[in-house]
């Protein structure tokens, strides 16, 4: 299994901007489907977006699109999601998951990954 590492979260104002990093060792990002995720107060977890590793191909969830924006650096085996314009709504840990047999979709759910880091809190508030 690959590890994972969050990192950049923290305590921002609505509307403000923040990047989140995952750290990936143990094996190459690239050979898996990466997912960031989301836990809110009180929610269950949901998947915030998603990047193949066959085509590069991303999904979003609704509340993230147009705002939030993932990339990954193989290079550095990190893959990162820019969050803009947040929102008190987008408060939550944040968590990176990956698995190499995923193919990402809306039907994708947390339980269908393999590997996760520990997760980074964000919180938006003013």
């Known amino acids: 299994q690959v590890q994972l590492a969050e990192s950049g979260g923290g305590l921002v104002q609505p509307g403000s901007s923040l990047r989140l990093s995952c750290a990936a060792s143990?094996?190459?990002?690239?050979?898996?489907?990466i997912a960031w995720l989301r836990q809110a107060p009180g929610k269950e977890r949901e998947v915030v977006s998603c990047?193949?590793?066959?085509?590069?191909?991303?999904y979003y969830a609704d509340s993230a699109k147009g705002r939030f924006t993932m990339s990954s650096d193989n290079a550095k085996n990190t893959v990162y999601l820019q969050m803009d314009s947040l929102k008190p709504g987008d408060t939550g840990v944040y968590y990176c998951a990956a698995d190499p047999m995923l193919y990402c979709s809306e039907d994708v759910r947390d339980t269908d990954f393999g590997s996760w880091g520990q997760g980074t809190q964000v919180i938006v508030s003013s």
């Open positions: 990047i193949n590793k066959s085509d590069g191909s991303t």
């Open positions: 143990g094996k190459p990002l690239n050979y898996h489907a």
